[in-house]
């Protein structure tokens, strides 16, 4: 997405869920502009109705209808919430940039507010789904805000870093260190890197059918083709074989329990038939202390000889460990394409 977005310049669609999370924030920062002089409920409630572009929704009566009513709901709970207890906003709406090296990071504080002299609170308003406590640990925005906050206040002690989830009415809070911000800059430098070089490998996703660049990305713009070709023909006669392949190894599955309960009962290990012969191999797996074998074998020269690296655990450990870039370009150079191989995987419709 960011090469067509950013580099490409390919042209976006207006989303609804994103809109309607624009107009919540602006409605919020209208609110709060000026804490010590709210505009009354009604003003607020004006402001959102007045500013609200059913353009966005397709003409969908009842789409329109439920978001300006949550809406409405969301306006009206936070009013009450800032009229009871009215907070000390030092900024809302405040855009940062970030220098790193030769790059750049720049976002925006949705809302900060003061709870002591040398304590803030940084809260960034969401309208999606509330994820757990364990996602907004690890949650990289925040991670970012806390950087930012502390090179531009660096008189504080301690910041508080809040999602509030503005329907359901629900905030969740965590805090960073600067361990934090070494693991970031570290994705920042890698994203970078990337970037420069070009590499852009598309990422299959469950939101791949609702992206605006779907019909340039070649995980899905053959969807969007509207001539039919020999692939066609080709591609259904593959589908329905996989279709009776999976029905035919049920089968196979549901019967192997009765042949090995024969097997195992008459003490044979090979089966005959005037169609042909079945034989069965038992194969055990067993896995070693790599410790013990270890201690054996590498003063005899051949622990090597037994070792072999798991890919996908390698690929797992790298991308926990944010390897510096010099070590990934070591391991890079170590590595040695043997084969290839190009797998097909059918995904059948129900």
Not at 145 to 155: E, F, G, N, T, V
Not at 239 to 259: G, Q, T, V
Not at 315 to 339: M, W
């Amino acid at each position: 997405m960011y090469k067509f977005g950013y580099i490409d310049h390919l042209p976006t669609k207006p989303k609804v869920k994103m809109w309607f999370g624009f107009h919540l924030h602006e409605t919020l920062k209208f609110i709060l502009e000026d804490p010590y002089h709210l505009p009354t409920q009604t003003e607020a409630v004006r402001y959102y109705a007045e500013k609200f572009d059913k353009s966005v929704f397709n003409n969908d009566t009842i789409l329109i209808q439920s978001y300006f009513e949550n809406g409405l709901r969301i306006i009206e709970s936070f009013y009450n919430q800032i009229k009871e207890k009215t907070p000390q906003v030092v900024t809302i709406e405040d855009k940062f940039v970030l220098p790193l090296g030769e790059h750049y990071v720049s976002g925006v504080f949705d809302r900060v507010d003061k709870v002591t002299d040398d304590n803030f609170e940084i809260i960034d308003y969401k309208t999606g789904k509330v994820p757990n406590q364990n996602d907004v640990d690890n949650n990289l925005q925040l991670t970012f805000y806390d950087w930012a906050a502390r090179q531009k206040w660096p008189h504080l002690k301690d910041i508080k870093l809040t999602l509030h989830f503005l329907s359901p009415d629900v905030k969740l809070s965590t805090t960073r260190d600067e361990s934090h911000h070494q693991i970031v800059k570290e994705k920042v430098y890698k994203t970078a890197e990337k970037i420069d070089k070009g590499k852009f490998e598309p990422t299959p996703g469950p939101l791949c059918n609702y992206c605006d660049f779907a019909e340039f990305c070649p995980i899905m713009k053959d969807k969007f083709r509207k001539e039919k070709g020999e692939i066609d023909t080709i591609l259904n006669k593959f589908l329905k074989l996989k279709i009776k392949e999976a029905k035919i190894k049920n089968e196979i599955d549901s019967i192997k329990p009765h042949i090995h309960d024969y097997l195992d009962k008459e003490k044979v290990e090979q089966l005959f038939s005037d169609l042909g012969v079945l034989s069965r191999k038992i194969s055990q797996i067993y896995e070693y202390d790599p410790n013990i074998i270890y201690e054996i074998l590498k003063p005899k020269g051949k622990w090597l000889d037994v070792m072999k690296i798991d890919n996908s655990k390698l690929k797992k450990i790298l991308a926990e460990l944010n390897l510096e870039s010099r070590e990934l370009d070591k391991i890079k150079k170590a590595q040695k394409l043997v084969r290839e191989r190009k797998d097909l995987r059918a995904k059948l419709k129900k």
